[in-house]
């Protein structure tokens, strides 16, 4: 079974303090590792996909990089705006057709960013 | 059109009430999810559809009802629920991914349901 775990639970970081977030991951046969961010009481917002080791993709403060084992996410000179929640989730290969695009999720980093 | 739009936002219902909560996107997705969250938990997948057919269920209790009625909308019917069935509702969309490849999904805002 697919198995995602996010280090730490929750950051607190001033504005500009650069910090990465963790996401372990075990899984038979990746076919895909994602970023998500999730404000409260909002559906999570897509950032990343990942699928190879040493893949790395950026998007303005943010950079996703990738491992046989983890991804780290890069949060340079974050704003207060960048407070949210970050979710990592896998896909698995499941064989020749997947049934649906199947994610399982980590416990997300509540990460806080304080002006 | 880039958005899946859930509806209602909150729902507070009884626990002999019966209401369904919809989702609807237009971006040609053919696979559809709905997923249940609880407070700073990660999101947990209950059902997957895929062109229209119910492809996953995460062993989810009867007393919700999955359907897709066609490609651009799904729906999860609510009956006889219980207090702890309380969370955040989030339905997704995909491309279906073949054996190579996979896509993101895009999620919509969520219902909040409460259950008194």
Redesign the interface.
Known sequence: EDQVTQSPEALRLQEGESSSLNCSYTVSGL??L?W?RQDP??????LF?L?SAGEEKEKERLKATLTKKESFLHITAPKPEDSATY?CAV?E?R??????????????T?VLVKP | DTE?T?TPKHLVMGMTNKKSLKCEQHMGHR?M?WYKQKA??????MF???YEKL??NESVPSRFSPECPNSSLLNLHLHALQPEDSA?Y?C?S?R????Q??????????T?LTVV
């Open positions: 076919r895909g994602f998500y009481g909002k559906g999570p917002e897509f996909t699928y979710l896909q290969h064989g020749i057709k997947a049934a649906g695009n199947k994610l399982t999720f980590g416990g997300g509540r | 899946v859930q696979a999810y700073k938990k990660p999101p947990e997948l997957v559809y895929s492809s996953i955040l989030l997704a995909s279906v991914g073949g054996s490849t996979t896509y993101g999904y895009t999620f919509g805002s969520g909040r």
